[in-house]
């Protein structure tokens, strides 16, 4: 193999139709992982009762994707940067199919918990590559729709989950009951390793770099100690060490910044490529992205606790319930980048913030108006306005993030957001506790849940709707267009081609 100084966007032909072939199968994988964050909460029942699986278990089911996933983004994007985002694509891919296929033929509640921590580690070296593939085979002129179409997979993602898992559950194939949630990721991961082996442009930092591992073990180490005590506070009554552990993850987080700036000015190849923090696109976009993840992680937990539990509504009548969600965010996210951002740049983003706000404040009082009697088309109205606030923010927010960003560090980068975006949903997690949780006795009699639910989801949703309003200031620190739609400028991004290897 060869390498060669080129760019996307002086390919032509046949090289153009491979590009979108392979957008098309690293969207797929995107998709995949999106899914199977959210698909297993609604076959939680099912395994209990089929598996066998305790309490504690069970938490480390969702857990353990989590905190492998989380812990493993940076490392992964870094990889990527190394080795070629081609490579560790479809080393993440075949991982997780494998990973999969243990999960659905698992025989015990362990062997579960063990597959779930080896998918979320696998999906860490998948993900961050999909946006490093975007980043370094899409010139600055195409990305904006090329994120427009990332941004509606994400909007399917985020409620296609509970949706496909409450019908694969119900369907029971072959007899499989919650196992078929995980076997039909395999079909899909093969399908992806053999067309991305096939279409996809290998590419890497145009210089070698070497993996920092005592990086990747102080933030390894630094993330789990932040996000242990938070997905597992609630269940073990929030204790001092948790507390302790939060606090010291700080410390170890501050030492990797010192280790990564002499490790920068050593050899210049540090896991976490500090200089990103001086483009302000990306520092400021980070900030947003993890306030954002917070909203979304208290929402989309407390708003399935409440239809499933508050209202008593079936897993597949509340994944129903999701669908004009999910398709008003795919719609909005097209336009979003295609359409509204080239023209009216960030004011498009702090829209927004504001009319998500907007129909988390009509969800409150809607959700009081009708009490435990709302049905699902009452809540259409405020989930499609929610739906278009979210849409006309998750598309452009990535690419307002990533486009100053040299490609070079487009692994780094990528993995970056993702983590940030993990961890913001964790704190969410975490604050479930405190805003919802916290609102509900411990000791409820049957006739008081329904009530004592929505009062909590009421109570939710208005803090929800104060992080909405933060996020609105926060945009203010945004460029107010993202650099590929300056006229007459040239991204950086541009400016410095990334190796790529035919």
Not at 151 to 156: D, E, K, M, Q, Y
Not at 302 to 313: A, I, K, N, P, R
Request: with cysteine.
């Amino acid at each position: 193999m060869t390498s060669t100084e080129t760019t996307p966007s002086t390919a032509g032909g046949g090289n153009d139709r491979r590009r979108w072939f392979a957008l098309a199968i690293v969207m797929t994988a995107a998709f995949m992982d999106l899914v199977d964050v959210t698909i297993v909460n609604i076959a939680i029942p099912s395994i209990q009762r089929e598996a066998g699986a305790s309490f504690s278990q069970i938490q480390w089911i969702t857990a353990g994707y989590a905190l492998a996933f989380a812990a493993g983004l940076i490392t992964g994007g870094r990889l990527g940067d190394i080795y070629g985002r081609k490579r560790i694509f479809l080393i993440g891919i075949g991982g997780f199919t494998v990973a999969s296929a243990l999960c659905g033929l698992a025989v015990n509640p362990e062997m579960l918990v063990a597959s779930r921590f080896l998918q979320g580690a696998m999906a860490a070296l998948m993900v961050p590559q999909v946006l490093s593939i975007v980043h370094a085979t899409f010139p600055a002129h195409e990305r904006g729709k090329v994120f427009g179409l990332f941004g509606a997979v994400v909007g399917l993602g985020a409620v296609s989950g509970p949706l496909l898992g409450a019908l694969l559950t119900e369907w029971n194939l072959f007899g499989w009951e919650w196992r078929s949630i995980f076997l039909i990721n395999l079909p899909v991961g093969v399908a992806g390793l053999i067309l991305g082996s096939r279409f996809i442009t290998e590419s890497k930092a145009p210089r070698a770099l070497k993996l920092d591992l005592v990086g990747v073990a102080l933030v390894t180490l630094g993330l789990l100690m932040l996000l242990y005590p938070l997905i597992r506070g609630r269940e073990l009554g929030w204790p001092l060490w948790g507390y302790v552990s939060m606090a010291g993850s700080l410390v170890v987080l501050a030492a990797l910044v010192a280790y990564e700036r002499r490790k920068s000015a050593r050899d210049g190849s540090p896991l976490v490529e500090l200089s990103l923090f001086r483009v302000k696109s990306f520092a400021a976009g980070i900030a947003v992205q993890t306030v954002f993840g917070v909203a979304l992680g208290v929402f989309f937990l407390v708003w399935t606790l409440y239809m499933q539990f508050g209202l008593g509504w079936s897993p597949l009548k509340a994944g129903l319930t999701g669908v004009p969600f999910s398709i008003a965010v795919s719609v909005a996210a097209g336009m979003s980048v295609q359409q509204l951002v080239p023209r009216f740049g960030r004011k498009v983003l702090q829209a927004g913030a504001l009319v998500m706000a907007a129909g988390v404040l009509l969800y409150l009082w809607e959700s009081g108006h009708y009490g435990l009697g709302i049905a699902p088309w009452q809540m259409a109205l405020p989930l499609v306005v929610m739906g278009v606030g979210m849409g006309l923010i998750v598309a452009p927010l990535t690419d307002a993030i990533l486009s100053e960003v040299p490609r070079e560090h487009s692994g780094s980068a990528s993995g970056l957001l993702n983590t940030v975006q993990q961890m913001g949903n964790a704190l969410g997690l975490g604050l479930v506790s405190v805003v919802f949780f916290g609102t509900i006795s411990d000791h409820l009699r049957p006739e008081q849940i329904g009530p004592a639910f929505a009062d909590a989801f009421q109570n939710a949703l208005g803090w929800v709707a104060a992080v909405m309003g933060a996020i609105f200031l926060l945009m203010f620190a945004l460029p107010k267009r993202p650099a590929q739609h300056v006229e007459g400028e040239q991204a950086p991004a541009e400016r410095e081609e990334p190796v790529l290897v035919s």
